[in-house]
């Protein structure tokens, strides 16, 4: 995928905030991502890596799924009853998420929030998960982002970042690396990097073993 920096076409909306690095690179907003069928990044399900962390009890208290997409993450999470809140800019993949969970009969928060200014949700979490979010994230996003979710927790939670690696074969557009992770969350930003171990990331133009990924176990000081 190309790096340059293109303006989005005249007339695409972004409401009060700017155009993400992505948005800027292909000219389009997130919520065209959603328009011409599933997402690339929509699988029709839970990752397998939150399914595996929520099954080991990863996840406890509030819970916010940062860039939350059209759902199944969050909706995942809440199934056994925990009170989760997904966040995203694209209101159509928000709209097919509240559509989920009615038909679901399982209880979640869906709402349009700018993942960069998270504190208008006016809240804490206990957990965090970002699954898919931080690698489309240029440098001086990562930045703004990491102070964001600063922002909505507090000492002793978890974040969980399952982002596309650089470690091949088969990487994902933005593959992010390890000195990536640790120059972004680090204690003068108020997290700890726990740990960060080679996981998947399921997609709809890789195989069903994914493409490489990292999954980062990062704790807020």
Known sequence: MTSERQQPPPGHQFGDRPPTSHERRTGRPWDASYHDGPAPWDIGGPQPAVVRLAAAGGFTGAVLDSGCGTGDNALHLAAPGLAVVGVDVAGTALATARAKATELGLVAEFTAVDAFRLERLDRTFDTVLDSGMFHTCDTAERTTYAASLARVTGPGAT???????????????????????????????????????????????HDDHGAPAWLATINRL
């Open 159 to 205: 974040l969980y970042v399952l982002c596309f690696s650089d470690e091949g074969p088969g990487t994902g557009p933005h593959p992010v690396t390890r000195a990536d992770l640790t120059a972004t969350f680090h204690p003068g930003a108020g997290w700890h990097l726990t740990t960060i171990a080679a996981e998947r990331i399921r997609t709809r133009f």
